[in-house]
């Protein structure tokens, strides 16, 4: 049977072997909840170096770290990251649904958590669907996109949603490239105040956003 097939069933079955109750059914990333502040971060993962993309903007960079900040100024007042070594030991950062995380990153707005991200290898998708299928119950929206690679292959991207009051998760098995799956969490303002910080950007500069 075709994985695709296999994967509806496969939720199903965890929804009914999971807990029908949960200790706390409001959405969380690596211990982090919406609203939580840079310190409790910091205090659960000393790792992370945060900085302040306005200020970096401001340090003399080359042009492309340059651009970076400007366009970091637009998606948080702080921008807490961290690198992960795939030759070190697993640790409860590293590590998601059983496979280990290329890349993440937390934003902050006010200090208060509004968009957290990690990247991973495409292989863990379903690994981490039926980890928070457990965790949440079943997605509460799933959507499809075509994908196009350079070389004109089509495929279909597969994305998973779990929505609760005020955040939402996401999921999507191709991110980056077909090789690589995204896992964020983020505040149901947050898009909405980066679109109106880089229309704002965009009228000061007199560039599109």
Known sequence: M?????????????????????????LEFKGLKIGSTAEELKTKYPVFICSDPKQEATRSLNETLKKFWERKQTEGDLFCETAINDRDPPTALSEVAGHRIKAIDFHFIADRLMYAYASLDSMAFDD?????????????????????????????????????????IRVSNYAVGLDTASYSLSADNYWPEVARRRAARAKATGKSP
């Open 2 to 26: 075709p994985k695709d097939h296999l994967l509806p069933a496969i939720l199903v079955l965890l929804l009914f072997t999971a807990s029908s109750t949960y200790a706390d059914d409001s």
């Open 128 to 168: 981490l669907i039926a980890a928070l299928t457990i965790k949440y119950g079943l997605p509460t929206r799933k959507d499809t996109e075509e994908v196009h690679t350079r070389a004109g292959a089509k495929f279909t991207d597969t994305i998973f949603y779990w929505k609760r009051a005020g955040a939402t």
